[in-house]
């Protein structure tokens, strides 16, 4: 298998798995996601959907400028991720006020939805293990899988 071949399936399998468990801590762990998770999960998505582009056209230069967009798209999920577990940890303040999306209605039913929405703040870790946050948990898995793609994918060069 190619270095490049080898780059290909890591950007599909890196976050995937970083999806997997998130998801997976959202709806089987019942941990409800803040804004910022959210925002560290639309760099995922797009370096899925990137990543599964790069076998779908040739190999160069289109299916290199994919696994490039999904490797960046991984590093952003990454660098989201150290704002968002510096936030939690109190390093600096946050740009959000952690709202949750009404979809609309009458006022009864605006109001029924704001009520059974949980508070989810951006600051407030609800899981940790050995004091880190599933924010600080994508920071690390995000830019250390990011850099060893890279690292992968160059020594083929």
């Known amino acids: 298998m190619t270095s490049f071949a ?6 599909l399998i890196l976050p995937t798995a970083l999806m997997a468990g998130a998801l997976g801590s959202q709806y089987i762990g019942h941990l409800f996601p ?3 998770c959210h925002w560290q999960r639309w760099p995922h998505y797009a370096a899925i ?5 790069a076998f779908l056209v040739p190999e160069k230069p289109l299916g290199r400028i994919c696994v ?10 990454g660098a989201i991720g150290v704002f968002h577990a ?3 940890y109190h390093w600096w303040k946050g740009i959000t006020r952690c709202a949750a999306t009404v979809t609309g ?10 009520m059974a929405t ?7 870790p609800q899981w940790t293990l050995f004091g880190i946050s599933l924010a600080g948990f994508n920071a690390f898995f995000s830019i250390l899988g990011g850099l060893t793609i890279i690292n992968l994918w160059r020594k083929g060069a």
Request: with cysteine; charged share 15%.
């Open 118 to 124: 949980p508070m989810i703040q951006c600051d407030q």
């Open 86 to 88: 510096g936030v939690e």
């Open 34 to 36: 803040c804004e910022m």
């Open 105 to 114: 209605g009458s006022q009864t039913d605006i109001l029924a939805q704001i």
């Open 68 to 77: 490039a967009l999904a490797i960046a798209a991984i590093l952003t999920s």
């Open 6 to 11: 080898k780059a290909r399936l890591a950007t």
């Open 49 to 53: 959907v990137l990543a599964l582009l």
